[in-house]
T-cell receptor, first 114, second 118 residues
Framework: QQPVQSPQAVILREGEDAVINCSSSKALYSVHWYRQKHGEAPVFLMILLKGGEQKGHEKISASFNEKKQQSSLYLTASQLSYSGTYFCGTPRVISNFGNEKLTFGTGTRLTIIP | GAVVSQHPSWVICKSGTSVKIECRSLDFQATTMFWYRQFPKQSLMLMATSNEGSKATYEQGVEKDKFLINHASLTLSTLTVTSAHPEDSSFYIC??????????????FGAGSRLTVL
């Protein structure tokens, strides 16, 4: 099943903060976060591997609560370049090749206005 | 970082024709590539996993004969939409997995191919 993200969409003024949540009905092995700008391919932001792990990339950080089967992405002092649709991705382990398929969340459209 | 090239970036075709989309890993070898489909304002839906030297594995509900996948080399996977119809119009994105410094697999995506079937 597809992870559910909230909110579906959010509009911020430049400099404001936002939180995007990703909830799964299944156990999570790890959580990936991607950002996709309109008409472009998704770009990898970060991956969280352990429950309780927190990571940061510039002013974008994320946390992973394994017990609650959810992850949150935090954007602080948002910039115009942060606009886009954010997707969380949760892997399904394939035993044959040892690869990981990602199931992407429902997406959150973030619009930053000046 | 890893680069994945996808071609064509957009294509318009007539109903009933077949369209081939190429996905290349430019600076690394990819034994596995993934093909996703994305409708406007929706999420990416995994269609199939392309495995070099063996048959692709398809997700439930994806027609194997409709979406032919070939992964003939370690750097190239192709998706052929056969006998395309207007409902096949979509944004198709390929990706290849790359090993991150943490040891986990992350995906690098191609730029996507927008297919419009008239």
């Amino acid at each position: 099943q597809q992870p559910v993200q909230s909110p579906q969409a959010v509009i911020l003024r430049e400099g404001e903060d936002a939180v995007i949540n990703c909830s799964s009905s299944k156990a999570l092995y790890s959580v990936h976060w991607y950002r996709q700008k309109h008409g472009e391919a998704p770009v990898f932001l970060m991956i969280l591997l352990k429950g309780g792990e927190q990571k940061g990339h510039e002013k974008i950080s994320a946390s992973f609560n394994e017990k609650k089967q959810q992850s949150s992405l935090y954007l602080t002092a948002s910039q115009l370049s942060y606009s886009g649709t954010y997707f969380c991705g949760t892997p399904r382990v394939i035993s044959n090749f040892g690869n990981e398929k990602l199931t992407f969340g429902t997406g959150t459209r973030l619009t930053i206005i000046p | 970082g890893a680069v994945v090239s996808q071609h064509p970036s957009w294509v318009i075709c007539k109903s009933g024709t077949s369209v081939k989309i190429e996905c290349r890993s430019l600076d690394f070898q990819a034994t596995t590539m993934f093909w996703y489909r994305q409708f406007p304002k929706q999420s990416l839906m995994l269609m199939a996993t392309s495995n070099e030297g063996s048959k692709a594995t398809y997700e439930q509900g994806v027609e194997k004969d409709k979406f032919l996948i070939n992964h003939a080399s370690l750097t190239l996977s192709t998706l052929t939409v056969t006998s395309a119809h207007p409902e096949d119009s979509s944004f198709y994105i390929c990706s290849a997995r790359e090993l991150s410094p943490s040891g986990a697999n992350v995906l690098t995506f191609g730029a996507g191919s927008r297919l419009t079937v008239l």
